[in-house]
């Protein structure tokens, strides 16, 4: 991404974790976030192939020590997928979750996502989806942002103006709200036929 590259995703940063922490606040916390995925293609032809991947996301978060910590927690999950044949991100969904450490959940709290199928097809047509990364941000009862999480490195800006949009809108490299995306799977299944078509 351009204008926003550093500030939003960098996707030069794969696979890469980063993690903000708010040092005022006493509550300190261990977060894991997994993804579960796989794919299935549903079938291949002169000019392609087309697939489905399947992504879920698992969120564990864990009081880290010091004392009891009784105030209502949101964990506000992102889930951030990119438009293949417009380059375009979007927001998949948002999921949050309200909750409590307490003795009975052993200040623990887990959550998996849906199962999100997104299509794609290759070759000489290329349009659909890829899931690209995810962000979490813990809140407190008055919204103050405790800590952030994400698979790809998003500066302040980033995550502020990524918490502002809803599930299925579209937005560019500079961080340009381009729309909704109104029917995800149109472009994706009017391009299956043709990508899988075997000339026979």
């Not at 926003?4 to 300190?28: D, I, N, Q």
């Not at 309200?98 to 794609?120: L, Q, R, S, V």
């Not at 809108?169 to 994706?188: H, R, S, Y």
Request: aromatic share 8%.
């Amino acid at each position: 991404m351009k204008g926003l590259t550093k500030s939003l995703l960098s996707v030069a940063v794969m696979g890469g974790v980063a993690v903000s922490s708010a040092a005022e606040f006493p509550l300190r916390v261990d977060i894991d976030v997994s993804t579960k995925r796989h794919t299935n293609q549903i079938g291949a032809g002169n000019s392609g192939e087309a697939k489905i991947e399947n992504v879920q996301v698992c969120v564990k978060i864990r009081k880290a020590g010091g004392q009891a910590y009784e105030g209502q927690l949101t964990a506000e999950l992102h889930i951030i997928g990119q438009q293949i044949q417009s380059g375009f991100y979007g927001i998949i969904d948002v999921v949050s979750e309200n909750f409590y450490f307490t003795k009975e959940n052993d200040n623990t709290f887990e959550f998996n996502t849906k199962m999100y199928a997104i299509g794609k097809t290759s070759g000489n047509i290329n349009v659909g989806g890829k899931y690209e990364t995810y962000l979490l941000v813990l809140v407190d009862a008055d919204g103050k942002v405790i800590e952030t999480r994400s698979g790809r490195s998003i500066g302040e800006k980033g995550i502020a103006f990524i918490r502002e949009l809803g599930p299925m809108t579209l937005f560019d490299e500079d961080g340009n709200v381009i729309g909704k995306v109104e029917n995800p799977g149109a472009a994706f299944k009017a391009a299956v036929p043709a990508a899988t078509y075997s000339g026979e």
